[in-house]
């Protein structure tokens, strides 16, 4: 079997069978990013434990199968990981699909986000694999401002359990159009 078509069928069983699917409470943050430009469309919540482990991240959405599919390959590279290494991988993934074919990927950090090599060779679907990981990158933005801002006594943020933040943008594209 070509590699081309294995990463094809770990990218279709993704899309069939998505792992952490479905919304679900605690989160620290909730975001909505949509793609303008296919309208793929993903709400994700991230829920940081304590020692800062990425404890769990849950979505739902919308959209062609390179989007779902890199969202469910998300969540499973970075459930149960520190939350310096899930950004290292989100960087590393985000470096990989944007390359246009230049950054083959690490398996070992990539997990099955590696099926995602072939992307980066059609600029129009970076977008589409870049959805998810860039609402988690931004979910953590949002719960590292709400915990500043709770530290420094600003009242306008709550912290509590299940409390979210929205965010609507656009995907960063890292230059692809």
């Not at 246009?100 to 679907?125: C, H, M, N, Q």
């Not at 801002?149 to 965010?167: K, L, N, Q």
Request: glycine content about 10%; hydrophobic content about 35%; some cysteine.
């Amino acid at each position: 079997m070509r590699m081309e078509q294995m990463y094809q069928e770990v990218i279709l069983d993704h899309y069939k069978h998505p792992h952490h699917r479905g919304l679900r409470e605690p989160y620290g943050a909730e975001v909505h990013h949509v793609n303008p430009t296919c309208g793929d469309e993903v709400t994700l919540r991230v829920h940081l434990a304590d020692d800062g482990t990425v404890a769990d991240v849950s979505y739902d959405g919308q959209g062609c199968s390179i989007s779902q599919a890199s969202t469910s390959v998300l969540t499973d590279q970075v459930i149960g990981e520190p939350l310096d290494r899930a950004l290292a991988t989100v960087d590393a993934f985000a470096e990989m699909v944007g390359s246009r074919g230049t950054v083959e990927g690490d398996e070992d950090v990539l997990g099955d986000g590696i099926a995602f090599a072939g992307v980066s060779k059609y600029p129009a679907r970076v977008k589409c694999a870049l959805l998810g990981w860039m609402a988690f990158k931004d979910a953590v933005v949002q719960i590292a401002d709400s915990i500043h801002s709770t530290a420094v006594g600003d009242s306008t943020h709550s912290t509590g359990v299940g409390d979210s933040t929205h965010s609507t943008a656009p995907v960063a594209s890292g230059g692809q159009n």
